[in-house]
């Protein structure tokens, strides 16, 4: 295929190359021949081995672990495309780091998600795409346009399938992402509960109470980021003392940092289900009760509507 004002171009970085190639299957499209490396002293060099002059370029590069590194990779991939005057840059970025880092938590403290994102603006990036941010506002602190893609659509399908919808409750696993459960909870036409907590320092939490009567239910906790997974293991430990019959968890961004994959295959959660925008490690992939679902193809689709000047927020219609 091809854009509206050029061809397409699709340059993976190194944060998670098996979705940068699903991605390209589903456009039937090759990833463009580049080479992202590192020198001795660990500085990261690129080098666009095609043509890319007025092409429409999609850079596929989440900024996860090791952030700092996979941030650094899209400015200097950014760069090399502006050089080699392609028409237009989309960064493509299925996780988007720093999102947590969206206000002023204290006195003296930075608010590192507008930094990130005026150095990716002035990088060269001419919009982005990105997939369940933490905070939808965080489209605002990019001058340039921005999607932000929801993975809902494919976790309403992946539980239509798998449960009985007469006997599930959506539960948001804090307070803060209420407006996010209530929306999946409307699109299956289920019941909500939420979980109190007090989070005692970073990393983490304190379950204190259930909001709702979840007895006798199939619980369905839903949240963008599950990182050391500590809150998610607490809220199960609360539902299931309430009377719920089990509890499963929908998340779009599997961080799971540290021990958080042993946490999560210890804990009573009967399942955690992630979607790949973060390349998955050894330990989660081995996990027994974590699943992967593929958001490959609703990438592939808002790229080729992009590229094509089509509507982007019909995807969820």
Known sequence: MSAKNG?????????????????????????????????????IFVEIQENVRGSDAFIIQSTSFPANDHLMELLIITDALRRSSARRITAVLPYFGYARQDRK?????????????????????????????????????????????????????????????????????????????????????????IVD????????SEVMNVIGDVA??????????VDSGGTLVNAADALIAKGAKDVYAYITHGVLSGGAAARISSSKLKELVITDSILPTDAVTKAPNIRTLPIASLISDAIARTAAEESVSSLFD
């Not at 699903?22 to 463009?32: E, F, S, V």
């Not at 919009?127 to 976790?155: C, E, K, S, W």
């Not at 907590?197 to 983490?204: D, S």
């Open 7 to 43: 061809s397409i171009k699709l340059v993976a970085g190194n944060s998670n190359p098996a979705l940068a190639q699903a991605i390209a299957q589903g456009l039937d499209l090759p990833l463009t021949k580049a080479v992202v490396r590192r020198f001795a002293d660990m500085e």
């Open 216 to 225: 006798g239910y199939t619980c369905i906790l839903v949240d963008d980021i």
């Open 197 to 204: 907590k007090r989070r005692e320092r970073p990393g983490e």
């Open 105 to 193: 938590s204290g006195s003296r403290t930075p608010i590192s998600a507008k930094l990130v994102a005026n150095l990716i603006t002035q990088a060269g990036v001419d919009r982005v795409m990105t997939l369940d941010l933490h905070a939808g506002q965080i489209q605002g602190f990019f001058d340039i346009p921005t999607d932000n893609l929801y993975a809902a659509p494919l976790m309403v399908r992946d539980i239509k399938e798998k449960f009985d919808l007469s006997k599930v409750m959506v539960i948001s696993p804090d307070v803060g992402g209420v407006a996010r459960a209530r929306g999946l909870a409307k699109r299956i036409n289920t019941p909500l509960a």
